[in-house]
């Protein structure tokens, strides 16, 4: 092998990797959802379904590539994957960092609607305190900042009984198809001021910690009961003959200040031994609210009526 990127074969694309391994682990050859155990859950921010899916791709991805944990609560992105040679090479020519070379995946699971059985949520979940973005900052070990780019996990995931669980739907999907903003992301994720001395006797303090509403992908019908990677990239199913692609997407940038839009296409893959279909081009899939508004609802109104006979 050369020591020069552009003389050898270039590796393969790590969210595909990601992909594949996590929908034949997931699902059975004929797409019917694999069970499997959970751990308990430890503490409040404990999530063993991050670990679940860190695990997953730890056994079934090649050995050179390197699945980094965050290793504790409250820190985003949940996984790192890196080629270490190919970000090496990218690092020491002043390249930006590709998809070949390293990726964060966000881990985000859903919880089936009780009288539906679809996704809760389906017009819009919480992405707590970060939101989604095509690129994230990590740190070195020395503390330098690191922009690579993201992807998230969605999983639809249902329950079997005690510690037996099973993902009913699952998609990974590029950062940017859920927003481009790096702005506000820099912006949320950047240092911010609490408001301190608060209260009678100066001794509250408010946060001020943000809580993100952004698009479910779960919620478009489409995915329904299936393993789906969105990308970036229109040749994944030419680099591999295992996906397939089955259909487009195309999301618009809204300005409403300036009454114009901006047009980003992404493709949607599925193993081709399942679903090898092309079904075209769809606009803005992922549902969103019909009625969302600037104010909020009051918290928690606790109601009484003193006056009904009930109570006496």
Request: glycine share 8%; proline share 7%.
């Amino acid at each position: 092998m050369t020591s020069t990127r552009g003389d050898r074969q270039r590796p393969v694309d790590l969210p595909a990797a990601a992909f594949k391994a996590l929908a034949e682990s997931l699902f059975d050859e004929e797409g019917n959802p694999v069970p499997f155990t959970l751990r308990g859950k430890g503490e409040t921010q404990d999530d063993p379904f991050d670990e679940h899916i860190a695990d997953i791709l730890e056994k079934t991805l090649p050995s050179e590539l390197r699945v980094l944990r965050a290793g504790k609560p409250l820190v985003s992105p949940d996984i790192v994957l890196a080629r270490p040679e190919e970000y090496q090479l990218l690092a020491r020519g002043g390249e930006d960092f590709d998809t070949r070379s390293i990726v964060a995946i966000e881990v985000k699971k859903v919880a089936p609607d009780k009288k539906t059985g679809r996704p809760a949520r389906s017009s819009g979940m919480d992405y707590n305190s970060t939101p989604p973005c095509e690129t994230v900052r990590v740190y070195s070990s020395r503390n330098e900042e690191i922009i690579i780019p993201a992807y998230y996990l969605f999983a639809l995931l249902g329950q079997m009984g005690e510690g037996q669980a099973y993902v009913e739907t699952m998609a990974l999907v590029t950062g940017s198809a859920l927003s481009k903003d790096t702005d506000l992301y820099d912006r949320i994720t950047g240092k911010r001021k609490k408001s301190i001395h608060l209260g009678t006797y100066g001794d509250g303090a408010d946060r001020q910690r943000p809580m993100l509403v952004f698009a479910n992908p779960l919620g478009w019908p489409w995915m329904q009961g299936k393993a789906t990677l969105i990308s970036d990239r229109d040749d994944l199913h030419v680099e591999s003959g295992e996906l397939a692609n089955v259909r487009q997407i195309t999301r618009a940038w809204q300005f409403p200040n300036e009454g114009n839009s901006r047009l980003e296409r992404f493709h949607c893959y599925r193993l081709a031994v399942l679903d090898s279909r092309y079904e075209g081009s769809v606009h803005e899939p992922f549902p969103t609210p019909k009625n969302r508004k600037e104010e909020t609802a009051q918290r928690g109104r606790f109601k009484i009526d003193l006056a009904s006979d009930s109570i006496f």
